[in-house]
Every structure is written in structure tokens, then in C-alpha cells.
T-cell receptor
Framework: KAGVTQTPRYLIKTRGQQVTLSCSPISGHRSVSWYQQTPGQGLQFLFE???????NKGNFPGRFSGRQFSNSRSEMNVSTLELGDSALYLCASSLDRVGYEQYFGPGTRLTVT | KNQVEQSPQSLIILEGKNCTLQCNYTVSPFSNLRWYKQDTGRGPVSLTIMTFSENTKSNGRYTATLDADTKQSSLHITASQLSDSASYICVVSAAGGSYIPTFGRGTSLIVHP
């Protein structure tokens, strides 16, 4: 069974631009969660999608948004990028709930200049 | 406020030695506690997951313990190998609600030959 895949793996953007990251969960998994990881803050929960609906949301500004498609693939969008958005963005999938066994993808390294 | 504290922040040991990492949490009501291993630049990989009724779980040379009364967990690594060099992250999920996980900042382990 293929693992969680994320594209692109690396991205360099300029302040003010927007970016879209993609995540394909493990086949059969319906819950997809997104996390931001920085050296200073560690892993922080962004949001969780389940059956195309946002089920949970972390404490991030509205510039961070996401969606999930009918095949459970998910995208995350960050608008009006700031330098502080530079981070490793991780996607994780689980069968049905964010609080249980999760499988993480390799992440997308976003650098904002 | 739900919190997960890990100690030590970093640890250096010699190959072949054992070590123990600590995790204290204030997440309530408790659902489960997970330990992840994260290699530099990669996504976290699950080592163990424990629910309230479990007080020990092993995965090869990794053994996790849980004391739900004192809200403490430990991860013991036996006969360390160079490949154990990584960040170890403790994650606790609450029950009866959103199940959003709370992450510790991790312990950075370096194994020297």
C-alpha cells in the first residue's frame, strides 16, 4: 500500500504570493490533517478534513485554508505569504479520526523570501 | 490548556547504550498517547500508540510506558544504533471532542559511534 504523498517537496516563494500544496492520503483513509512545523514552535495543527468537510481547525489566520476532494486528496492554500510562513508543512492521513493512528507524508519545505 | 512537555530537549549517547525519554502531559480527558520518530527533513513515523488501559507497549528496541494517574510517559531505547539519531515526538489526543492532538516539542537524540 502506497504511503502518504505530498507535492511539491520543495518550494520557494516571495512575500505576498500565494501557494498551494497537495496531499494524497493512504488509500482508504478518509481523514487528512495538515500541520506546520518550525524549529521554534514544533508541530502545530492547521486543520483536518474528513469526507470533503473541514472537521477541525487550529489557531491559524484565515490566510491558511484547505479543501478535500471526493477521492480524499487534499490541498492547502496559503495566501499573502509572510516570511514567518517558512516551514515544513506536513500532511497526515488516518482511517477516520485525527486523534488516532496517523501516517505522515514527507512534507513540503516552503521557503518565503 | 492542553500541554505536552518533553525532556530532555536534547540527548547525546554512545552507540550501544540505552536511554529514556520523558513526556508529561496535561491533556484531558485522555484518549491516547503516541510516540513518533522524525528523521531530519522527513515526516514523523509512528513508534507506539497507547490508550488509557495500556501501560506498556513495545516496538522492537523501543518500549513506551504510560502512567495515566501521573500523566507521564517514557520511551526507552535499548542498545542504541546510529540510525536512532532523530527527533522523538510525544503526541497526546483528548477524547470526547475534536480529538485534535497536542504535540510535544520533541527530544533530539544523537547517537555517536
Amino acid at each position: 500500500k502506497a504511503g502518504v504523498t505530498q507535492t511539491p517537496r520543495y518550494l520557494i516563494k516571495t512575500r505576498g504570493q500565494q501557494v498551494t500544496l497537495s496531499c494524497s492520503p493512504i488509500s482508504g483513509h478518509r481523514s487528512v490533517s495538515w500541520y506546520q512545523q518550525t524549529p521554534g514552535q514544533g508541530l502545530q495543527f492547521l486543520f483536518e478534513y474528513f469526507s470533503e468537510t473541514q472537521r477541525n481547525k487550529g489557531n491559524f489566520p484565515g490566510r491558511f485554508s484547505g479543501r478535500q476532494f471526493s477521492n480524499s486528496r487534499s490541498e492547502m492554500n496559503v495566501s499573502t505569504l509572510e516570511l514567518g510562513d517558512s516551514a515544513l508543512y506536513l500532511c497526515a492521513s488516518s482511517l477516520d479520526r485525527v486523534g488516532y493512528e496517523q501516517y505522515f507524508g514527507p512534507g513540503t519545505r516552503l521557503t518565503v523570501t | 490548556k492542553n500541554q505536552v512537555e518533553q525532556s530532555p530537549q536534547s540527548l547525546i549517547i554512545l552507540e550501544g547504550k540505552n536511554c529514556t525519554l520523558q513526556c508529561n502531559y496535561t491533556v484531558s480527558p485522555f484518549s491516547n498517547l503516541r510516540w513518533y520518530k522524525q528523521d531530519t527533513g522527513r515526516g514523523p513515523v509512528s513508534l507506539t500508540i497507547m490508550t488509557f488501559s495500556e501501560n506498556t507497549k513495545s516496538n522492537g528496541r523501543y518500549t513506551a510506558t504510560l502512567d495515566a494517574d501521573t500523566k507521564q510517559s517514557s520511551l526507552h531505547i535499548t542498545a542504541s544504533q546510529l540510525s536512532d539519531s532523530a527527533s522523538y515526538i510525544c503526541v497526546v489526543s483528548a477524547a470526547g471532542g475534536s480529538y485534535i492532538p497536542t504535540f510535544g516539542r520533541g527530544t533530539s537524540l544523537i547517537v555517536h559511534p
